[in-house]
């Protein structure tokens, strides 16, 4: 009878294998199969759904999209690829809506600024890390994947898995993603065309690694999107036509990570060297045909992380450093440097579980800075735990924000954003059901926010909430639930003081319920996002809505399988943000054939 894992591992609230029923922070794992329900879609769609999570997109897929976690937007909220930095070092975010979800194996969410005191700044809000396919092999495999859905949109795609008893395993990934869309920018949105707006994009992962011996371990991973995305130009008003009619942006998004590793029965080190690219070109009118406006971005990081088992519980270290650079014609910026350190504390113990970590991060163009947390958790029962935490956060402005054209609202005096951050929670662990419920209070200081001209960094911000997530397992029959209560103000004492911040609505929530067995799973699922203001004044608002979706895998054969997914059933007519259009109801369905 399927059941509730309750003793998943994860190692990103920790930097070390944990049991998430020890971890003390908020933390979500969404594995294999339920990526497997969003074949065809990217992580940014995946991630959406997600407790906690808010967003907006201006168009369909691959468009530009920003995700919110407890009040922070992207630019706050860390993103790793199998432990490396994943952004674009001009915008500070990471561009999830260009990741496809078939090339990831599994992914897991860490909530709030514990991160900050672990991986440095831009994980004030919290951390997201993906990991490729094939980091884990249980067998020779390979298998093809065939998919088609609404608006043209076809996905092909194959994987080669293969492991031998001499400690080798390679994964080799590869896929085409491509839809012609639908029409991004609503009648009233400015510069409207009203034709479709289409994505396409070559995708390929590698994840290789080989055993030395019983401790060491040498591996090689990788992933890489190639993917251009159809947009709208400006209006030439005189006479009523586009600018360009082909009006597209090049990106090219990647991630490579290089490892040794030493792992015995009391220890861990390992030394990893990972490299990133974020490149970007946009052709919006017919001037930038020859010359687009080009941002190409990368990311140099060397790692020495580790763990050593102590008498009583496990202290964790780690010395980094980070280069980033920026190359564009539309600015100039200089590139950063950061040289960082952290220790920890993770004590599992009878009854108590525990947590402390401090982080000293050196920034070439700003000052040097502090952050740490501390956490502790009691299991009153052994299904009953209660817990707090308390973790200081900071963020480094982005070259763009700092740098970028006037018109941008670029602020060279913009000053770093901290924050400090209290997290309690109580959780309910049983055979078949697991529920938590998590209230949290941040305060941020030097908000950077847009202020209708330029960006400034605003006195002082409060956000405050809480998440509940329950999830059942009865004779087959799943079910469950997750509702999000969030009030993110202004609170500068300023001219917008009191007022919502942009895009954080008050209320959201999922509800699901599904069939499993071992050849059929199926899901229905509702969900709700209330209102919410889309600027800083809050005169615009963006009204409530409502989506239902269905989704679904079915077993053939042993070798054949099926997925399916049925988005906005009743075909809801709503908005994310001002002038730009969203889907209506649209379907995926897709065959993947494995040869053992």
Do not use: C
């Not at 908020?26 to 065809?40: A, M, N, P, W």
């Not at 999209?65 to 500070?92: A, C, E, M």
């Not at 060279?412 to 209070?441: C, G, M, V």
């Amino acid at each position: 009878m399927p059941q509730v894992e309750l003793d998943k591992i994860v190692v990103t609230a920790t930097r070390t294998p944990t049991k998430t029923s020890n971890v003390i922070a908020q933390t979500r794992v969404i594995d294999s199969e339920e990526l497997q329900r969003y074949q065809g879609q990217t992580v940014q769609e995946v991630i959406s759904r997600q407790p906690g999570f808010s967003y907006f997109s201006n168009g369909g897929m691959g468009s530009t999209s920003n995700s919110y976690v407890r009040g922070y937007d992207k630019r706050q909220v860390l993103v790793l690829v199998d432990g490396i930095r994943y952004s674009s070092v001009d915008d500070g975010g990471a561009a999830l809506n260009l990741l496809p979800a078939e090339q990831v194996e599994r992914i897991e969410v860490l909530y709030g600024a514990s991160g900050s005191s672990i991986y440095g700044a831009d994980a004030m809000g919290g951390v997201i890390q993906i990991f490729t396919k094939g980091s884990n092999i249980e067998q020779n495999k390979f298998s093809v994947t065939l998919g088609a859905g609404s608006h043209d949109h076809y996905l092909y795609g194959a994987t080669a898995q293969f492991r031998n008893d001499q400690g080798t395993s390679l994964s080799l990934s590869a896929s085409r993603n491509e839809t012609k869309g639908f029409s991004a920018v609503s009648p009233d949105g400015y510069g409207y065309n009203k034709d479709d707006d289409g994505f396409k994009s070559n995708n390929y992962s590698l994840n290789l690694n080989q055993k030395l011996n019983d401790a060491v371990t040498v591996g090689i991973s990788g992933l890489y999107s190639d993917s251009t995305t159809d947009i709208d130009a400006g209006i030439d008003f005189a006479n009523n036509s586009p600018i360009l009619n082909n009006a597209h942006a090049d990106q090219k998004n990647g991630v490579a990570n290089v490892y040794v590793q030493y792992k015995d029965a009391k220890k861990t080190a390992k030394l990893a060297y990972g490299y990133s690219v974020a490149d970007s070109s946009t052709y919006e009118y017919e001037s930038k045909i020859g010359n687009p406006d080009r941002y190409d971005t990368t990311q140099q990081q060397i790692n020495l992380t580790g763990d050593q088992n102590l008498s009583v519980g496990t202290a964790i270290y780690g010395i980094e450093y980070l280069k980033q650079e920026l190359d564009s014609n539309i600015y100039d910026a200089d590139g950063r440097q950061v040289t960082s350190g952290y220790l920890g504390y993770i004590l599992s113990k009878g009854n108590i579980d525990a947590q402390a970590n401090i982080r000293y991060d050196d920034y070439s163009d700003f000052d040097s800075k502090t952050t740490y947390n501390l956490g502790t958790a009691y299991r009153l029962t052994p299904e009953l735990r209660v817990g707090a935490n308390y973790a200081k956060g900071y963020r480094a402005p982005s070259f763009t924000q700092l740098f970028g054209p006037a018109s941008w609202g670029s602020n060279p005096n913009l000053k770093p954003e901290t924050s400090d951050n209290y997290e309690t929670f109580i959780e309910y662990d049983a055979l078949l059901q697991s529920t938590r419920l998590t209230a949290y209070h941040n305060k941020v200081d030097d908000l950077i926010s847009w202020s209708g001209s330029k960006n400034e960094n605003i006195e002082s911000a409060e956000i405050k909430g809480a998440t509940l997530s329950t999830d059942w397992n009865i004779d087959n029959y799943l079910f469950g639930l997750s509702y999000d209560y969030q009030q993110a103000k202004n609170d500068s004492g300023l001219s917008n003081d009191g007022k919502y911040l942009a895009i954080r609505p008050e209320h959201k929530g999922l509800v699901y319920m599904g069939y499993q067995l071992s050849d059929v799973n199926i899901r229905a699922e509702y969900q709700y996002v209330d209102d919410y203001y889309y600027d800083a004044t809050n005169n615009t608002k963006v009204d409530s809505y409502n989506l239902v979706n269905i989704s679904g895998s079915y077993k053939l054969s042993d070798n054949l399988s099926m997925t399916a997914r049925l988005n906005n059933v009743f075909n809801e007519k709503y908005i994310t943000a001002p002038g730009y259009n969203t889907d209506g109801t649209n379907f995926f369905t897709s065959l993947t054939y494995n040869w053992f």
